[in-house]
């Protein structure tokens, strides 16, 4: 049986074949795909709309599964026992002695307040070829904040390279300018809170500069950036209110301080 005798046995599919090449048409031309698949899905029928999905759509959900995934990874740790993700990532360091598991697991001992635990672990890569790594010097510095020692955290912090990449720039900015209020060197913090929210990858710098400004007694201040911040939450994908859910209820507790 040819294919048209074949199709002639299932009128459907002839119906399933021009609504997919409908669907495929305005997915293409909504995503900005080259102009050749126009003509491809307009004239080349069931072979126009299976060359389309196998060569356009399916490898771009494939691409979406994998960005969605590496999203929601951090947000779903986060859930997790604290002392379970410190046994998991202890026995990933003694099988892996890396410069991220080390990072991670001092990172996590202070979340824990074990900070003694934290220095010892961090206390090899301090001296080494890593000392002036920016994740070690952030973690470094969020040891000193977890310490009560600002100045010390604030002198990790200004070593930092801010070139190194957007989200290491946004964090050490960030936590720079609580070291420095800390401090009370508030001229200082409030020039370093508006300098990390150029191009920030997160909520927190303008979260935690709203706090900073209720601490300066600057209401109205605060208000704006808070205002900001729930404009931004009614705007976002359900993904990034996961990924920011701590900012966004920060920023939600903080406008309830104000009224």
Known sequence: MNLFGFLGHYPWLGYLSGAL??????????????????????????IGVLAY???EVLPGMRGNARRVSSTLQPALENLRPLESRIREVRERTEES???????????????????????????PLLTGIYA????????????????????????HLKRVDLKTSASIRTRTLTLLAQAQAEQTLN??????????LIGATSEEPRVRYAAFLIAQNRSADAKRELDIV?????????????QEREWFSMAGKLRRELN
């Open 187 to 196: 001229s200082e913090a409030e020039a370093t809170y508006q300098q990390a």
């Open 21 to 46: 090449q409908l669907i495929f048409l305005v997915h293409a031309i909504t995503t900005r795909r080259p102009t050749y698949w126009f003509f491809i899905l307009l004239f080349g029928s069931y």
């Open 97 to 123: 002695d890396t410069l991220q598991n080390r990072a991670d697991l001092a990172a996590l001992l202070a979340r824990a307040g074990r900070e003694d635990e934290a220095q010892g672990v961090l206390e």
């Open 230 to 242: 729930a404009k931004t939450e009614q705007r976002a994908s359900r993904l990034y209110k996961g």
């Open 132 to 155: 002036d790594d920016p994740l070690v010097l952030l973690t470094s510095a969020e040891l000193s904040m977890a310490r009560c020692d600002p100045a010390a955290a604030a002198a």
């Open 53 to 55: 999905l196998f060569l």
